[in-house]
């Protein structure tokens, strides 16, 4: 018997991996986020499965689920929204499951950032503008922040931000990043990602608050931040230029 926690992706239920859609079809319980975990995903469990949305309960019956699942021998397909690394609470569920000897495994999934990315079209790491991303969010009624993870701190690196579950604590997050990268910085605020009803609004630190507001968007949201978001232009990287050699590409002479 083993727990998979399964990062069902952004959203689109083709965006899941081939193994999380496979482990889901072979479990007889599933447990999943139903408020951020497409219907679709969960349909693919076996017949007759116990497929129970996680949302109304509390860490304790989500582990007393997975005893009972381990009692009668049971996988447990555990499914997350994006990746399960980031933001997906798994950690605590891990440090349970180690001590009542229960074994489990972890399946990536494609996070928000990079679907937002792709959706845009966009590059997140461009030469001689940014070469960082950094993931974080801001602190509202979550767990607070450590110290030195404050958006001030962060912001003095120039990195592409992609700052999670802040969409309700921008102002914030525009006082604590104008100094750093000025008011005219572009942002983009990506909403739900891949579902149907995905949304984008694009601004700058200055006006990116106002216009959130007026397209109501107030959870599900991730707020992109850097230059990279403004079509500035680059320089080509070194990857793909003509003098750039490497053991698969050798030089002129070279063997």
Known sequence: MTVHFIGAGPGAPDLITVRGLNQIRQCPVVLY??????????????EG????????????????EMEAAHAAGQDVARVHSGDPSIYG???????????????????????AFAAAAAA??????????????????????????????????IGATGATLAIHLSVNNLAHVIKELTPRYGADCPVVVAYRVSWP???????TLADIREKVKAAGFT??????????????AFTDSRLYAADHTHVLRPGAGEV
Do not use: K
């Not at 609470?89 to 999934?109: C, F, N, S």
């Open 120 to 153: 845009l079209a966009t590059e997140l790491t461009l030469p001689d503008i940014s070469q960082t991303i950094v993931l974080t969010r801001t602190a509202v009624r979550s767990s607070s922040m450590p110290a030195g993870e404050d958006l001030t701190t």
């Open 89 to 111: 609470a798994i950690a605590e569920q891990m440090r349970r499951l180690d001590a009542l000897g229960i074994p489990y495994d972890v399946t990536p999934g494609v996070p």
């Open 219 to 232: 959870r599900t949201a991730l707020v992109l931040v850097g230059r990279v978001l403004s079509g500035a």
């Open 49 to 64: 499965a116990r497929v129970i949305d996680t949302a109304p309960l509390h860490l304790d019956q989500i582990i007393a």
């Open 33 to 46: 986020a139903g408020s951020l975990v497409p219907a679709e995903i969960v349909a693919e469990a076996p």
């Open 197 to 203: 009803d995905q949304a984008f609004v694009s601004g």
